[in-house]
């Protein structure tokens, strides 16, 4: 319906104008047209299906591995990622695991969710999770008391997380063997076109002032990426 209604308006602006400004407006509408068929398709949300595509090619790379089970955790919010769809290579065999955020778990008001959990303290969960600590200390070390009864889940060979959490998590994961192979870009977060002009995700520094004569003094962009870690 709304197709249908904007081409009887796009008609009405080209009916009775000359060629020029016919192409003119045609290019107006097709340009950004183009520009957002080519963002959807290449990049946005791309990353799910890439970092499951980079984990079957270091299996592969590994030469003709034995049959085995090859953990990959997730580490990320609920459905991020497709899971066994993606990831098939016999006779080798993928045991994915992603945060919890299940109705179940969700319809209760008092239960809190993994994915509450990993999202207000990733490090700590990640202390909690794999290597059973109940708290963390000042100095980053594990505190367990006598009656605290963790369920500690083994160390994958594979996390996928996203890059903003790997801050918090890189020296934990370190201590654990685990390190980054790749990073997969799953859209743009912001765009910063001028010293004192961004948008979404991509603040200035209090330090940065309207200056009107600066055209284009920087522009970047902040991109949404998973990162791939392996353990070694």
């Not at 398709?41 to 085995?68: F, M, S």
């Amino acid at each position: 319906m709304i197709c249908l209604l904007c081409g009887a308006r796009i008609q009405n602006l080209v009916t009775g104008v000359g060629p020029s400004r016919r192409k003119l407006i045609l290019l107006a509408f097709a340009v950004p047209n183009l520009v957002a068929i080519l963002y959807l398709g290449l990049i946005h949300q791309r990353a799910p299906i890439e970092v499951n595509r980079a984990i079957l090619k270091e299996v592969a790379a590994a030469g003709n591995p034995p049959p085995g089970i090859i953990q990959v955790h997730y580490l990320m919010g609920c459905h991020s990622a497709p899971l066994l769809s993606h990831l098939h290579n016999p006779p080798t065999k993928f045991v994915p695991w992603y945060l919890d955020c299940s109705p179940e778990c969700r319809k209760n008001a008092e239960t809190v969710c993994e994915s509450e959990a990993f999202s207000k303290d990733p490090n700590n969960f990640i202390m909690e999770t794999y290597l059973g600590c109940e708290e963390k200390r000042e100095d980053q070390t594990c505190s367990v008391s006598e009656n605290y009864t963790p369920q500690i889940r083994s160390i994958p060979d594979y996390v996928v997380c996203d890059k903003n959490d790997l801050q918090q998590l890189n020296l934990t994961l370190a201590s654990m063997g685990i390190q980054e192979i790749g990073r997969f870009v799953n859209g743009i977060k912001g765009i910063r076109l001028w010293r004192n002009l961004s948008f979404g995700d991509a603040p200035l520094s209090d330090s940065e002032s309207l200056n009107a004569d600066t055209l284009i003094d920087s522009f970047s962009f902040n991109y949404e990426e998973f990162v791939l870690l392996r353990r070694f």
